[in-house]
């Protein structure tokens, strides 16, 4: 990719692709988290500082995400508080308003426009039914009207990597791109996961959307990269089903309405192909009237019972392995760690992560927040803004953003 510093960008304007989407307050439908916002200033500091005229895209909520789906002004604002410059918010994303914005901008300045997801062609749901490349979104309405307007495209949005939306993937067909800061910090930090890492590593994998698991489990196993694998959250009980145990009617019921039981073969087929490497709960955690109960595997199945955390000796077994590891990637919680009763296991495995000498990787949305709530993220090597980037990027799977950015710099030739 071209760096950077490839470009002179003094009054030149510039469209910066940027990835802000962050998690919301349901009841006060505010931004509750901040770090993809921090972690893309270095970037637009150092395009203001060039005197560029920017103009920043980005998106917040999906289709698929309705409830996040609003407004670009808080993140503009919270921008414009780190910054110590005003960023502009523009609350139309290409229409004529945008344009004439644009057209103003003075070196030095910038402008937010509004969210990428106000238009269908950004929207996940487009994305997945009409499948354009991207030479044909440059028929697509943002594309043809902003793409005129500027000198410059930089992405800087690694955590929509994944994405291939015009706005990832399409500017790039048209104007000299560049990455930014963001972008090149995350590549390195997973390529070191996936490429070289020190060993024993360890991945540890939880949380409730177990896709992102299993999507990189077989691969991680087959190829090397990880060692060994700490398995909680649902992916846990999964696990346990794939051996054959029963956890009862109750949970049995929800991971059924939730088409999850799709996943006990695949774990079967890996528990049986990678023995010893997959580590799953000794024991689990339920309620009874308010107050956490830890059981051991003996006593299931409970059929009234959901098991929302792993147990004690699961933490302390888990302690462990972190402590011996020379690479630790995390994705997901251990357990419901919103609710009190069943946070000590997702607290736990992050003070164990915090303390353990190996290098440390973390990523995903919820995977953050969890840890910014027990531990001081300082104490993690790096903090990645992916969720499902990054699952992808440690798949082996070739990301539609680093195509994209590859093709241009070949054609923009190196510098």
Not at 126 to 132: R, T
Not at 212 to 227: C, I, R, S
Not at 291 to 302: D, E, F, K, V, Y
Request: hydrophobic fraction near 40%.
């Amino acid at each position: 990719m071209n760096s950077l510093e490839r470009f002179d960008y003094n009054d030149k304007a510039v469209l910066l692709r940027v990835d802000v989407n962050s998690p919301i307050d349901p009841q006060t439908r505010k931004i509750v988290n901040e770090n993809r916002i921090k972690k893309s200033i270095p970037t637009i500091q150092y395009l203001l500082d060039q005197g560029a005229k920017l103009a920043i895209i980005a998106h917040q909520g999906d289709t698929l995400d309705y409830q996040n789906l609003m407004s670009m002004r808080e993140h503009a604002e919270k921008l414009s508080a780190h910054l110590g410059q005003t960023i502009t918010y523009i609350e139309d994303v290409c229409g004529p308003t945008a344009v004439e914005a644009v057209k103003a901008l003075k070196p030095g300045e910038a402008i937010f426009l509004g969210n990428l997801r106000y238009l269908t062609e950004e929207v996940s749901g487009f994305e997945k039914e009409v499948k354009l490349t991207a030479k044909e979104m440059l028929d697509t309405w943002l594309v043809r009207t902003l793409a005129p307007l500027f000198d410059i495209y930089v992405n800087d949005a690694f955590a929509a990597a994944h994405r291939n939306c015009p706005s990832m993937v399409a500017f790039q067909e048209l104007l000299p791109t560049a990455g930014g800061r963001l972008l090149y910090d995350e590549y390195e930090a997973l390529y070191k996961v996936l490429n070289g890492a020190a060993k024993p590593a360890v991945f540890v994998l939880g949380g409730a959307k177990i896709s992102d698991a299993f999507g990189m489990m077989k691969t991680v196993l087959e190829n090397g990269t990880a060692d060994k694998i700490l398995a909680s959250g649902v992916t846990g009980v999964i696990m346990l089903l794939a051996q054959g145990l029963k956890v009862g009617a109750k949970y049995e019921q929800f991971l059924k309405d939730k088409d999850l039981l799709v996943f006990v073969e695949p774990a079967r087929e890996m528990l049986r192909d990678f023995p010893g490497r997959i580590e799953v709960p000794s024991d689990l955690a339920y309620e009874v009237d308010g107050q956490r109960i830890n059981t051991g595997l003996s006593a299931l199945p409970m059929d009234d019972k959901m098991f929302l955390d792993i147990g004690s000796d699961t933490m302390a077994r888990y302690d462990a392995i972190i402590q011996t590891a020379g690479t630790i990637f995390v994705n997901g919680p251990a357990g419901v760690y919103e609710n009190p009763l069943f946070e000590e296991g997702t607290k736990s495995l992050w003070n164990s992560i915090a303390n353990a000498p190996g290098y440390s990787v973390i990523g995903g949305g919820d995977t953050v927040s969890a840890a910014s709530k027990y531990i001081d993220l300082k104490k993690i090597n790096y903090v990645c803004t992916a969720g499902g980037a990054m699952v992808r990027f440690m798949s082996g799977k070739k990301l539609p953003l680093i195509e994209a950015m590859e093709a241009a710099y070949e054609r923009d030739g190196k510098g």
